[in-house]
């Protein structure tokens, strides 16, 4: 079974602040990891995601995460925020044998400035 | 890239009737969609998984005959909400599977649909 823990649910930073939202996860077999933004009233866009090639995955937006499989985490990070960052960010994974996407609870982006 | 569309964006209806939400897949086949159901401030609830042709799978705990699941062809799923209650008011995402070449198998989400129940 595979499972998604997103440690904070609001996470509040200055303009030009460095961004960091957590995400652990919990998986019987090799996962696919990823990491969707969510702006009010809208669906889900896919910010980068992990499948088992490069653990450092850079995304759209200026977002990267790493997996870390000793951790078990895959924190979303980038280095400078933006007023446009604020948002609602998912984490997921995924069993590569499955279809379906297990999301975390979000973490709600404030960018202050 | 791969766009789905849903309708309507947003539907008020009174307690009691039904509800049908589109999802269509605009520039990719889809034999697989997926839809979701998030409450205020909270995560993505998968429902059931549809498939083109054949019966819904549905999760545990989603009530097939009240979510009324069709995919009739490879770019629409529809999702009926039948005899609505407040309690099924709610926003609704859709998601299409992409499996064309290089598309890792991706799921491309749609920009949901918020059901209020009066």
């Known amino acids: 079974a595979q499972s998604v823990t997103q440690l904070g649910s609001h996470v509040s930073v200055s303009e030009g602040a460095l961004v960091l939202l957590r995400c652990n996860y919990s998986s019987s077999v090799p996962p696919y990891l990823f990491w969707y933004v969510q702006y009010p009233n809208q669906g889900l866009q896919l910010l980068l995601k992990?499948?088992?090639?490069?653990?450092l995955v850079k995304g759209i937006n200026g977002f990267e995460a790493e997996f870390k499989k000793s951790e078990t985490s895959f924190h979303l990070t980038k280095p400078s925020a933006h007023m446009s960052d604020a948002a609602e960010y998912f984490c997921a994974v995924r069993a590569y044998n499955t279809d379906k996407l297990i999301f975390g609870t979000g973490t709600r982006l404030q960018v202050f400035p | 890239g791969a766009v789905v569309s849903q309708h309507p964006s947003r539907v008020i209806c009174k307690s009691g009737t039904s509800v049908k939400i589109e999802c269509r897949s605009l520039?990719?086949?889809?034999?697989?969609m997926f839809w979701y159901r998030q409450f205020p401030k909270k995560s993505l609830m998968l429902m059931a998984t549809?498939?083109?042709?054949?019966?819904?799978?549905?999760e545990q705990g989603v009530e097939k005959d009240k979510f009324l699941i069709n995919h009739a062809s490879l770019t629409l799923s529809t999702l009926t909400v039948t005899s609505a209650h407040p309690e099924d008011s709610s926003f609704y995402i859709c998601?299409?599977?992409?499996?064309?070449?290089?598309?890792?198998?991706?799921?491309?989400f749609g920009p949901g649909t918020r059901l209020t129940v009066t």
């Open positions: 549809s498939n083109e042709g054949s019966k819904a799978t549905y």
């Open positions: 520039d990719f086949q889809a034999t697989t």
């Open positions: 992990y499948t088992s090639a490069a653990t």
């Open positions: 998601s299409a599977r992409d499996l064309g070449p290089g598309q890792g198998n991706e799921q491309y």
